[in-house]
C-alpha cells in the first residue's frame, strides 16, 4: 500500500505522516492519498479520518461508476481514467474516489492512476492551492490522458476502413471486433465521467472557485467530445463489420458460382468418357485410328458449348 499526505499551507508543499495530517489544523489544505490498499486497509480509514460513514462506504467499495453527491458541506466524486500500466480488467479504466470538502481531501485509488503523478507534480510546484484546484487537476490530467487512447481507436478504424477498400478483408473481422469492444468499454465511463463533472461544477462550495469550476467545465466537455467520438466509433465499426460480412459472403457467392460452372462444363464429358471408357465389347470406332481425336474435338465443342450458354445467361458477370 501507499500512503501519501500532502500538505499545502503558508509554506512550501510538504509532505505528512498519517498521524500528522489528522492532527493538522492550520492553515492550507491536506491531500490525503491511498493506493494500491487493501480490503483491511481501506476499511482503517474510518478510523484515521473524519468522513461521513456515506462517503467512506463509497470511498472502500469494490466496484464503482463515475459520480458526484453532495454530502452535508463536501463532495463525493468517483472518476475513472487510463491505469499507469494497461490493465486486462474488462473495464478498462481504473477509479478515483475522492471526499472533498474545505481544508482536506481523501482520495482512494485500489491501482495506480495515471494522473495522480501529473496531479502530484502540479502541486508540489505550487499550482495547486486549495481542494477545488486539486479536483480540477484530476478531472484535467484524467481527461488528457485519456483523449489520446479515444483518438487511436478513430485512427485504427479509419485504417480498417481503407483496408476494406483496397480489398484487403482477411483476418480484419477480429480487429474490427475488438476496436468495437474497446469503444463500448471506454464509453461505458466517459459519459458518466462527463455527468459527473457537469454536477460537480453547478455544486456551490466555497472552496470551489470561479476558474475551478471553468476547468472542470472544460474537462466535461473533453469527456462529452469523447464520448461523441465513441458513439461513432461503435456505429462504424458495426456499419464496417457489415459490409466485411457482405463482401465475404459476395466472395463465397462468386467462388461457389465458379466452382459450379467448372463441374457443370465438366459434368457431361465426364459422362461421355466414363461412358466411352468402359471395358466391354461394342464401343463404336474401337478401332478407328480417328476415334480419339474426334472424342476430343467432340468433349472441346460441348465445352465451349456449356461455357457460350453461360455467357449469354450472364452467370459469368461479377
Known sequence: MSCDAILVGDGPVRRLDRDEAAAYAGPGFIWVHLENASDDELLDIRAHDDIPEVAANALVAFETRPRCDRI???????????????????????????WVHKGKV???????????????????????LDPGDLVAAFARNISMALDPEVAALGDLLD?????????????????????????????????????????????????????DRLHIREAADRFARMAEELEAVRERAALLHEQLTDLRSELVDHRSLYIS????????LTFVTGLLGM????????????????????CFVTGMGVFAWFMVRHWLRS
Not at 106 to 128: H, Y
Not at 163 to 178: Q, S
Not at 261 to 268: N, R, S
Not at 280 to 298: E, K, N
Open 72 to 98: 452535508d458541506g463536501g463532495a463525493l466524486v468517483n472518476l475513472r481514467g487510463p491505469a499507469v500500466q494497461d490493465t486486462d480488467d474488462s473495464d478498462r479504466l481504473v477509479s478515483i474516489r475522492l
Open 106 to 128: 481523501n482520495s482512494v485509488t485500489r491501482r495506480p492512476l495515471a494522473a495522480t503523478q501529473a496531479v502530484k507534480a502540479e502541486m508540489e510546484a505550487g499550482r495547486i
Open 159 to 211: 485504417e480498417c476502413e481503407s483496408g476494406l477498400d483496397e480489398g484487403n478483408i482477411y483476418n480484419m473481422r477480429r480487429e474490427i471486433a475488438g476496436l468495437r469492444g474497446d469503444a463500448i468499454a471506454y464509453r461505458r465511463f466517459v459519459a458518466p465521467d462527463r455527468d459527473a463533472l457537469q454536477a460537480l461544477a453547478a455544486l456551490d462550495f466555497e472552496w470551489l472557485a470561479d476558474d
Open 261 to 268: 460452372i467448372v463441374a457443370f462444363i465438366f459434368l457431361p
Open 279 to 298: 471395358n466391354v465389347g461394342g464401343i463404336p470406332y474401337a478401332h478407328s485410328p480417328w476415334a480419339f481425336w474426334g472424342v476430343v474435338a467432340f
